[in-house]
């Protein structure tokens, strides 16, 4: 991986004013994510839930010049932290790769008013956003409708099959949060839906998409297992609270979880969970 070429896509980021550490750590595995997709020069590209723009930066240095990035999220411009989604892509349409980026907010993919031309991309993404969804069945409908956009279906989400007991407190946490989420109408939370590695692969297929390869990448630095831990740990009494319609003994479980996930803290410092990764055409 060359570092120049991280140092570069990280400048054009609005969060590496606040956090460069970390925005670097954050490019570098959306890169090996990139890499193992194999995105070419001049592609036309469709990244579904974009977010802050971490894998969309990546995108748009790798399809060049001649190649464009389109991103979609349901998401309000004013929802994430600690930069606002809003704020980060119009930091990033105003870099060097901006006029490489369109991104529409507040879309919702399965809408009737959303459609391209068949087979118009070259690529479509889903980078650490399928866990956001409300259900499979959601999921499975906007793989059917991705298909008839896009030759090739690039997909990456947490993969929940952990190799090490360091790993355990970031899978304990969303295990966690998936359970209560069970009980919600509408949800803000980063894990709505936790789907399995063999989920997403059954979920394509039934889709139309035919597996071509498939990877588990592991990148030891992120953060993103401290901060599930961290949000579980503050939040999880407040979300039993407000369930009143949860079974007791499903209630005494998540709680038994808890003293779980806080006893294998004492395991040593906390590690990500692998993300699994597969290309399907």
């Known amino acids: 991986m060359n570092n120049n070429v991280i140092d570069y896509i990280v400048t054009c980021m609005a969060t590496n004013s606040l956090v460069p550490n970390i925005q670097r750590i954050q490019t570098e595995h959306r890169m090996k994510l990139a890499e193992f997709w194999g995105i070419k020069e001049g592609s036309k590209v469709l990244e579904i839930g974009c977010g802050q723009g971490d894998t969309t930066a990546v995108l748009a240095y790798l399809v060049g010049e001649k190649g464009f990035v389109q991103g979609i999220d349901i998401a309000t411009p004013e929802y994430g932290s600690p930069i606002t989604i809003g704020d980060s892509i119009d930091f990033l349409k105003k870099s060097e790769l901006g006029h490489r980026i369109k991104v529409d907010f507040e879309i919702d993919i399965q809408s009737t008013e959303v459609n391209y031309s068949e087979g118009y991309f070259d690529y479509v993404i889903l980078s650490h ?82 597996i071509v390869d498939e990877t588990s990448i592991y990148s030891s630095n992120l953060q993103d297992g401290e901060w599930e831990v961290k949000q579980t740990l503050t939040d999880y009494q407040n979300e039993l609270n407000n369930i009143d319609h949860m079974p007791i003994k499903l209630h005494t479980l998540i709680k038994s979880e808890i003293l779980l996930l806080k006893d294998s803290l004492k395991k040593g410092p906390i590690k990500p969970m692998p993300t699994f990764s597969f290309i399907a055409e």
């Open 129 to 210: 956003s399928s866990w956001y969804l409300n259900s499979s069945e959601e999921l499975l409908a906007i793989l059917r409708k991705l298909k008839k956009w896009g030759k090739t279906l690039c997909f990456a989400e947490w993969d929940i099959r952990i190799q090490s007991d360091q790993q355990l407190p970031h899978f304990l946490s969303v295990l966690i949060q998936a359970q209560y989420e069970c009980f919600k109408q509408n949800s803000n939370s980063n894990v709505r839906t936790l789907f399995t590695p063999m989920d997403l692969l059954e979920i394509s297929q039934e889709a139309g998409w035919n």
